[in-house]
């Protein structure tokens, strides 16, 4: 157990930035089930049934109290080519090369022959956009640099009602972290142009704003190697009460106009925000078929994506600072396909292909988050000790985004085409049954 | 095969009002200031280069558009910030070159100029005015815009080869243009905004008058260049969006007495009054205060000393409002009578500019507001170098959606970031007494003269007046 709470505080303290997921969702919660293509909920079969499925956990009693670790790491890539009239045609812009690597990391022991019952922590949503050159980006005054993460630790039961069916659910902490930086235009007086009067970091503080969701599943075991399985994890909305802005002026070399620039905006304050984050809910069917060497999975899912209607920031103390980002999103739609050939009894290849549908109109997005729909190829491998006791699964994700343009509607007035976006998704997972 | 050529041939013909297009080969602007880069109290290159005509020559490829350009520190001069705090705008103190013709460097261009917009022309100057270059170096600066741009006062007739007058619209008929900018009626109702005075027949044109000269203007361009497109612009709704009517408060705040509402002639400055900027310099002498000895700020233009009023009550707003009113339904209806003739409404745009409500450019927010607002200059009633961008990008906007005309959009990254002619280097205003507040006398004597060239002189020649726009020593 000791050993246990020192792995929950290494990754605690290692909490990286995050990034990558239709919208800002992660589905990187295991690396059997990313091999797989993501289509796992009707599998369920290790212990990221916490996310997956909670009703496969309920068929994993056999297994003993299961510990599972694991990090994917997410290098994500996109390139922007702009549009008249901002920021102009042939204009460029890259993101910056990141390294994210959002963890999971699970513990299961089961209660009775049919009770299970499992903790978990996983990054179920994260956004990370850095733009290169970001004091010169055109895009600066709508974001430079965003992170975004929500950790999800969460507790859960699963029962197996009878041998082919197990109902399984769960609370879920949701903590959230948010940053957003950006520089403040100002129209200099002198000049008559447009000039940068101050960087403003929106950053929350601590770990202190949170919210509590659910989650549930069921698991279906048919006749002749078929299952059925269905997942559901509810909205939650994060209300920022410990957040604030810190505003550094940039001199302009007008002494005058600074000093009307530092009687307008609070640098020697921090001033507090306020601000509501409303996270989707979503569920996932799935059905597979297996028998002694092959898995065959497919999955549909829907995301209400349409509760993210704004990023709506507050400054309760200057409310002339008040900000609202139109984000107008779609529910949205998810497909994923994958199969595991068990080789050997050590040894199981996996591959997969997904695609999901992005829920962001072409107007919202921007240089904090361009999404677009993205297609994705998966493979992986398994290994299983001969006496089943540990074992570990690595996974890799291609991940491609389809090119985008805002078609000059763009809510920031920033238009373009996002294109040559997509990611490498590289994950190990260890785990360990006693 | 008969009925295969019939078929297309029909087909081509139902299709073609939907691709309808502009050919800008040959592009004349006719307007006023606005419409000739008139930017900060002066006419100067730079501004001319980044005019709206200029920009939208620019993006359609119009190979040749010539403009009377004038060297810096323009014909005005344009003003500068000279101050923030006390806060004053005046011209710069940049003396002009000596040789007209370093002065004036395009003037000698032996073709007309496209962009025939004339600085302080109404409705009127542009059927029947003329100008003769000949006349202003003879050093009588009676009609110098009108010297300046038409430069010559007569031109051939090419159907009978008599001499006819050589006026703005003559001008722009004679270069058969295959497009053509109006945009013009500013002058017919802003001398009532400058002088804070609406008077039908002094400072306003009266309707039926702008009515005359308009449907000419706009019948004379569509019968001879029936295979032109023509675009005419519209007025600006209300005078309240400019920041020369709507930056200074009816309330000060007076040390010991806290915030007074100020005193005009006809009692105090109510909500729906506005002040004008000329009203700063005098409150800035003690003018409008409610204390004992204190003169009230002037209601309206003295026609015996030129000196203008500086209170636009909310009853003359609304008869100045009803005058544009009227002329944008006669521009509307010039617009429907010819199908070469299509009317764009630039008013969207300014009320949204107005109420904070104007699309962005990346984040940047543009709006009406005097030096910090982005689309005034710092006369408060011409748009500078963004706002022209903002007036092309609009017009590109209305030519590609309305005629199909697919011009690429401008750059505004550029416009926006691009600064004025002082930039990036300001230019220090040596000698400039910031004490005029917010505008100073010599700034709005240049307006005054574009708007009211009369009042302004007869305002220079009587010395006994002009004290209460000098400054306190």
């Known amino acids: 157990m000791k050993r246990q709470i020192l792995m929950i505080a290494v990754v605690l303290a290692l909490l990286p930035s995050l990034s990558w997921g239709a919208g800002f969702a992660l589905f990187e919660a295991g690396n059997k089930g990313l091999g797989m293509g993501g289509a796992f909920t009707a599998v369920a079969d290790d212990p990221s049934a916490f996310f997956w499925n909670p009703a496969g956990m309920a068929f994993q009693i056999d297994e003993g109290t299961q510990v599972m670790a694991g990090v994917t790491f997410i290098t994500p890539y996109q390139d922007f080519t702009g549009d008249n009239p901002y920021p102009g045609d042939g204009y460029t812009a890259s993101m910056k090369s990141q390294v994210f690597f959002p963890p999971h990391l699970y513990f299961v022991k089961p209660l009775s022959d049919r009770v299970n019952f499992s903790l978990g922590f996983i990054t179920p949503f994260g956004l990370g956009t ?44 949701m903590i959230a972290t948010i940053e957003l930086k950006r520089n403040v235009p100002f129209v200099n007086p002198y000049t008559q142009s447009v000039v940068d009067v101050a960087e403003a970091d929106l950053h929350s503080d601590g770990f202190s704003n949170h919210a509590w969701a659910w989650n549930a599943g069921f698991m279906f075991k048919l006749p002749a190697g078929f299952s059925i399985g269905g997942m559901y994890r509810s909205k939650f909305t994060i209300k920022g009460t410990s957040a604030s802005a810190e505003f550094t002026q940039i001199e302009t070399g007008y002494p005058d106009f600074d000093a009307t620039v530092a009687a307008t905006i609070p640098f020697d304050d921090d001033p507090d925000i306020y601000t509501e984050l409303n996270f989707p809910d979503y569920w996932q069917v799935g059905l597979a078929w297996s028998n002694e060497k092959l898995t065959f999975s497919g999955q549909y899912g829907e995301m209400g994506w349409s509760v993210f209607e704004e990023l709506n920031i507050q400054f309760p103390e200057y409310p002339a600072l008040d900000s609202v980002v139109r984000e107008d999103y779609s529910d949205s739609k998810q497909y994923r396909f994958g199969l595991e050939w068990r080789a050997t009894r050590s040894l199981a290849f996996r591959a997969g292909y997904g695609f999901d549908e992005t829920p962001q109109p072409i107007e919202s997005m921007s240089p904090l988050l361009p999404d677009g729909d993205r297609d994705f190829y998966s493979a992986g491998i398994g290994f299983i000790s001969k006496k089943n006791t540990w074992g570990f699964d690595v996974g890799y994700e291609y991940l491609v985004m389809q090119e985008r343009s805002t078609e000059g509607q763009s809510y920031d007035g920033f238009d373009g085409l996002f294109h040559d976006a997509g990611a490498h998704l590289f994950g190990a997972s260890f785990f360990w049954k006693f | 095969m008969k009925k295969i050529l019939l078929i ?466």
């Open chain 2, 8 to 473: 297309t041939c029909v087909a081509a013909l139902l299709a073609a009002p939907a691709m309808a297009q502009v050919d800008f080969t040959r592009y004349v602007a006719l307007g006023d200031s606005l419409t000739a880069g008139y930017v900060g109290g002066g006419l100067m290159d730079y501004y001319q280069y980044r005019s709206y005509p200029a920009l939208l020559a620019q993006q359609a490829g119009t190979a040749t558009f010539e403009m009377p350009l004038i060297a810096p520190p323009g014909l005005g001069p344009v003003m500068v910030l000279q101050s923030l705090s006390p806060l004053a705008l005046g011209p710069t103190d940049l003396p002009p070159p000596v040789d007209p013709f370093e002065y004036f460097y395009n003037v000698t261009l032996e073709a007309p100029y496209q962009n025939l917009a004339i600085p302080g022309s109404t409705a009127y100057d542009t059927l029947f005015t003329t100008g003769n270059i000949f006349n202003l170096i003879g050093g009588n600066q009676d009609n110098v815009m009108h010297d300046l741009i038409l430069r010559q006062p007569q031109v051939e007739n090419p159907a009978n080869g008599e001499l006819i007058d050589y006026t703005a619209v003559v001008g722009a008929i004679t270069q058969d243009p295959t497009f053509i900018t109006v945009f013009i009626g500013g002058n017919d109702f802003l001398p009532a905004v400058v002088a804070a005075t609406p008077i039908d027949g002094v400072t306003l044109t009266p309707v039926a008058a702008f009515e005359q000269y308009y449907t000419q203007i706009v019948g004379a361009l569509a019968t001879s260049l029936p295979n032109s497109q023509i675009v005419l612009v519209d007025l600006p709704a209300d005078v309240r969006w400019a920041p020369f009517v709507s930056s200074i408060p009816g309330m000060v705040d007076v040390p010991g007495l806290g915030p007074v509402q100020l005193q005009g002639e006809d009692g105090p400055i109510e909500a729906t009054d506005r002040l004008t900027l000329a009203a700063s310099a005098l409150i800035a002498q003690g003018y409008g205060l409610p204390i004992p000895g204190a003169p009230p700020l002037p209601e309206n233009l003295d026609l015996a000393t030129g000196n203008p009023g500086v209170i636009l009550r909310g009853a003359e707003l609304d008869l100045i409002s009803q005058h544009v009113a009227a002329f944008n339904q006669i521009i509307a209806g010039a617009a429907a009578a010819f199908p070469n003739v299509h009317g764009m409404s630039i008013n969207p745009m300014l009320e949204a500019l107005a109420t904070g409500t104007y699309r962005t450019f990346g984040g940047i927010e543009l709006t009406t507001q005097l030096l910090v607002g982005g689309f005034f200059s710092y006369d408060g009633i011409h748009p500078q170098n963004v706002g022209h961008g903002v007036y092309a990008y609009e017009l590109i906007e209305f030519l590609n959606s309305e005629l199909n005309a697919g011009l690429p959009q401008i750059n505004m990254y550029d416009v926006l970031t691009e600064g004025d002619w002082q930039s990036p280097q300001p230019l220090k205003c040596g000698t400039c007494d910031p004490k005029d507040a917010v505008m100073t006398r010599e700034a709005f004597l240049q307006l005054y003269q574009l708007f009211l060239p009369d009042m302004a002189n007869r305002m220079r020649q009587q010395p006994q007046h002009l004290e209460r726009f000098s400054s306190i020593d």
């Open chain 1, 130 to 173: 850095w733009w290169e050159d970001e004091d010169n980006f055109a895009g600066r005054y709508i974001s430079k640099q965003a992170d975004l993460m929500v950790f999800d630790l969460g507790g859960q039961v699963s029962w197996k009602i009878c041998d082919r069916l197990a109902i399984g659910g769960g609370i879920d902490y």
